[in-house]
Structure formats: C-alpha cells, structure tokens
C-alpha cells in the first residue's frame, strides 16, 4: 500500500541545518546560542525527572549537544533527527567524547509508531518551530513517552516582542544566529502549545521562560515567556 501522508519536514529546513553540520560541536559558530543554553535545559529536565538510569528520547537532536548531556546524567539516550549529516557528525562527536547515544535517521511520528510508550523522558528542543505541523510532532512525543512519562518542549512564542528579539535581534543586530534561522509564523505561543499538548493526553506541569542578558550576553531562566520558553509536561497514568 502506498503511504499517502504528507511528511511532516521542511526541506528547506533540513537542508539548513545539513549546510552548517560540520559546526554543531564549535562553540563560537552559529550553535553558540544552544551551547550556552544547554545547562539551563538540562537543569530545567532535571527539576522534574531524574535522568540516571532513565530511557530518553531526544527528539530533532541535530549534532547531539542536548543528547550527549543527557547521556552524560547516565541516562539512556536515543537522538532522532532527519538531517543526515548532523547525525553524521554526532556519531563522529562520540569518538571523541565516549558518550553513549543511539542516533537514528527517523521521523518523529514514524519513531512512535514502531517504539510507542518506550520512554521516561522525551526531549524536542527548538523544533517546533522549523516544522510544517508542530502539533503531529507534539502528539508523536506524547506517543513515544511512557505513562507517567515526562515530555519537554522548548521554542519561541509568537508576538511583536519576539520578532524584535529573536528575529531582528538575534539574526540581524546581533548576529547571534544565521539570518533565515526563524519564520515569525511558525512561532508558537505557549497557549497554543498548551493546547497541542492537552490534546495529545499532556498534562502541562510548567512553562519556563529562557531570557537573554545583552551586557553580558548570558542566557537564564525566567518567569517572563514571551520569547524563548520551555515546557514541561506529563504524560497521565492510568
Ligand atoms: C535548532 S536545531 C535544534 C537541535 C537540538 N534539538 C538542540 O536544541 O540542540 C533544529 C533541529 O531540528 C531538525 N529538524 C528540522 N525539521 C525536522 C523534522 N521534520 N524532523 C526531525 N528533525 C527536524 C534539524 O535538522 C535540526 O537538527
């Protein structure tokens, strides 16, 4: 039988991505902003789940900087992403960090159809927003987590604010990120993401902004989220 569905990918996006692979480990190049975003991710996961011992999903993982801290927890961490050459270079990343992760070349939705409830912990960072249907890959998330399992979104709303910041600012004043990095359409604000994952059988625990600090150009949590935000989320048991 033919499979009809429309992929849920950019092509656009993923050959984005691809061009700039051999860059996801250098600290000061365009992956800058995740880097230094990184620990605050990973504590954030950390105030809601434990990690050692735990089986992870990390989802749109590009060159594995969130996969490999995580596996650096002691978690058990599975990296997806559709663009082949960053996996590529994560694979290669390993030989040089010894971290253990598994990477696979697979769709969100088409990992949570063969590995359903399979894992505690189900990260998707910055991904949101670079996909023609966010609420699929949010379902697909929900799918792959266990009951009682917790999922993590990270992205940026949509409003003026955000535009001023993480487009005019961020990819033209500053230079933090390649112009054409974001599309304000595909921005999501937290009520909208709310309501995606409350449809895919998510119970929204919190929403946490991420700020940045121009004067001395480090990134923290905050209570505003009106621009770069995160979510935590469980999956009920029944
Ligand atoms: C901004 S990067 C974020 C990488 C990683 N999650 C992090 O935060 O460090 C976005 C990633 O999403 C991936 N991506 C874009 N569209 C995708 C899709 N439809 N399915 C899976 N990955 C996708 C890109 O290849 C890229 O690696």
Redesign the pocket.
């Known amino acids: 039988m033919t499979d009809t569905r429309t992929p849920?990918?950019?092509d656009a996006?993923?050959a984005k991505?691809s061009e700039l692979a051999h860059k996801w480990w250098d600290k000061e190049s365009e992956f800058k902003p995740?880097h230094q975003i990184n620990p605050l991710r990973l504590g954030y996961i950390q105030e809601f789940s434990p990690l050692s011992g735990h089986q992870v999903i990390?989802v749109?993982?590009?060159g594995g900087?969130?996969s490999e801290a995580l596996s650096e927890q002691g978690a058990t961490v599975t990296g997806?992403?559709?663009?082949e050459k960053?996996l590529k270079v994560a694979k290669l990343h390993l030989l040089e960090s010894g971290n253990q992760v598994e990477y696979r070349c697979i769709?969100?939705e088409d990992m949570a159809t063969q590995h359903p409830a399979q894992f505690d912990v189900v990260t998707c960072?910055?991904?949101l927003e670079?996909?023609p249907s966010p609420d699929s890959v949010v379902q697909a998330c929900a799918q792959l987590a266990k009951p009682g399992g917790w999922v993590f979104f990270s992205t940026i709303s949509r409003n003026p604010k955000a535009y001023l910041q993480a487009i005019l600012g961020a990819e033209y004043l500053l230079g933090l990120l390649p112009r054409g990095t974001h599309e304000y359409a595909r921005f999501l604000k937290p009520s909208e993401l709310s309501r995606m994952a409350r449809h895919a059988g998510l119970e929204v625990v919190d929403v946490r902004g991420m700020g940045y600090n121009l004067l001395d150009q480090t990134y923290h949590l905050s209570n505003q989220t009106d621009v770069n935000y995160m979510m935590a989320c469980r999956k009920a048991n029944p």
């Not at 997806?80 to 663009?83: E, P, Q, R, S, V």
């Open positions: 849920n990918v950019d996006e993923i991505f995740l990390d749109g993982c590009g900087i969130l997806i992403d559709l663009a960053s769709a969100a960072m910055e991904l670079h996909v």
